[in-house]
């Protein structure tokens, strides 16, 4: 699967999961598959051999969000390099290994 074929424009993020020992992230969204889908469907983003994890997120933005999508777009990485979620008020960088969209 091409990730850039993903689109999570107004998608949300539900949960994520970070295995400090496994250097794996796990990240739960709900997301429409296509622009004329009504309700989201839920996907898992898994990242392996994590070497860095930053994020900055206003919690209170993306609760007050949570009805429109607190995720604005996403630029991951196909392979080794480093994705990027972009939130409504903040940003999750990861760099991994490999990037699987479940």
């Known amino acids: 699967m091409n990730l850039n074929d993903v689109d ?3 998608a949300l993020l539900k949960n994520m999961v970070v295995n ?3 250097k794996n992230i796990n990240i739960i969204v709900e997301y429409y598959k296509s ?7 839920t996907a898992e983003i898994k990242f392996k051999d994590v070497e860095l994890l930053t994020q900055v997120i206003d919690i209170h933005e993306m609760e007050i969000n949570a009805f429109a999508g607190n995720i604005s777009y ?7 390099g480093t994705t990027y979620i972009y939130l409504t008020q903040g940003c999750i960088s990861i760099k991994s290994s490999d990037v699987e969209f479940v």
């Open 35 to 41: 622009e004329n889908d009504k309700e989201r469907n």
């Open 20 to 22: 400090y020992k496994e």
């Open 8 to 10: 999570l424009h107004d």
């Open 74 to 80: 996403w630029i991951p990485s196909q392979g080794y």
